[in-house]
Nanobody
Framework: VQLQACGGGLVQAGGSLRLSCVAS????????MGWYRQAPGMQRELVAS???????NYADSVKGRFTISKNNTKNTVYLQMNSLKSEDTAVYYC?????????????WGQGTQVTVSS
């Protein structure tokens, strides 16, 4: 599985950005796709995820501001980020998890920088 993410950039606090991640290659059996982020000196954390069935999960810090969605035809997952705050500044990584038998196999895209200026 290859994951190509884009859409990061510099935005003022209160602004919006939309991240996109296209999955290609051996994409069968992908069970979950999502976005993680990592700020300098911090651990990587889950931002939002969406299952193959459409169930979504969000970090408490982004609930009500971020929306994850997917387009199965385009094999693409999106992260709409509104009301951005300086604490959202981080490198955002696209993630996909394939379930093969009982093993969860994670795949990562390259990071995309999101910088929110206050």
């Amino acid at each position: 599985v290859q994951l190509q993410a884009c859409g990061g950039g510099l935005v003022q606090a209160g602004g919006s950005l939309r991240l996109s991640c296209v999955a290609s290659g051996s994409i069968f059996s992908i069970n979950v796709m999502g976005w993680y982020r990592q700020a300098p000196g911090m651990q990587r954390e889950l931002v939002a995820s969406v299952s193959s069935g459409g169930s979504t999960n969000y970090a408490d810090s982004v609930k009500g501001r971020f929306t994850i969605s997917k387009n199965n035809t385009k094999n693409t997952v999106y992260l709409q980020m509104n009301s951005l705050k300086s604490e959202d500044t981080a490198v955002y990584y696209c993630n996909a998890v394939k379930v093969i038998r009982r093993d969860n196999l994670p795949y990562w895209g390259q990071g995309t920088q999101v910088t929110v200026s206050s």
